[in-house]
């Protein structure tokens, strides 16, 4: 069973059943289809997205309806098609953090959202043509309290 | 780069099921009709530009330390 054979990335070990195929990459790294998507327990909320054909790449991500509950993206059919989702339960939606060293200043890239089918680990970015959601829209108020 | 030139109501063909149809020319805007099979996603060449150059743009910063984030975060989501 050499699928069930433990492997590890970054010290967090893995089997081919964790992997996440994203079939067509993702816009600017079209190349690497496998990742792992990993919850550091120290990073709550936030989880990683790492890259298994090239370890130098990672994302960091976190779910949008955490501080946007009313983020409602429209996707395109074909684009949930492609990640063969038949069940809204399977889907999982994430967005990708840029981070900033003022980290109120971290932004979420709502125009560009990671959606996994967790059943049969298919991922993609989806593009959303959308003019209510940026590419670097903050996750906190300027004014909100420390 | 292959170039053709096109009239208003002509259309060509990419392959056997995507078709592209100049449908309207009014001044410097062109309105382009595709039909393509429901498998194939189109999008604007700048909207999928900026998504590309965001995702190279947050994987460099990916290294910036993330405690402040989660701190500031908190387990169940920002402060309001």
């Known amino acids: 069973m050499s699928e069930l054979q433990k492997k590890t990335l970054h010290g967090i070990e893995y089997t081919d059943q964790d992997i996440v195929r994203f079939e067509n990459g993702v816009p600017g790294f079209e190349g690497l289809k496998n990742f792992l998507l990993t919850m550091n327990p120290e990073h709550e909320p936030f989880v990683w997205l790492y890259s298994i054909d090239n370890p130098q790449i990672r994302f960091l991500m976190v779910n949008p309806l955490l501080f946007r509950p009313d983020y409602a993206p429209q996707m395109q059919k074909e684009q949930l098609n492609e990640i063969r989702i038949e069940r809204k339960e399977d889907l999982f939606l994430f967005v990708i953090v840029t981070l900033n060293p003022n980290p109120r200043l971290s932004t979420v890239n709502m125009a560009g959202p990671i959606i996994i089918n967790m059943a049969l680990k298919l991922g993609k970015q989806a593009i959303l043509d959308d003019a209510r959601y940026s590419i670097r829209e903050r996750m906190m108020g300027e004014d909100s309290a420390c | ?80």
């Not at chain 2, 449908?23 to 805007?29: A, H, P, Q």
């Not at chain 2, 995702?55 to 990916?62: D, G, P, R, S, W």
Request: net charge positive; aromatic share 4%.
């Open chain 2, 1 to 80: 780069m292959l170039v053709l030139t096109r009239k208003p109501g002509e259309s060509l063909r990419i392959g056997d099921d995507v078709r592209i149809t100049v449908v309207e020319i009014d001044g410097s805007n062109i309105k382009i009709g595709i039909d393509a099979p429901r498998s194939v996603a189109i999008y604007r060449e700048e909207v999928y530009q900026k998504i590309k150059e965001e995702n190279q743009a947050a994987v460099a910063k990916t290294e910036v330390d993330i405690n402040s984030l989660t701190q500031l975060f908190g387990k169940k989501g920002p402060p309001r």
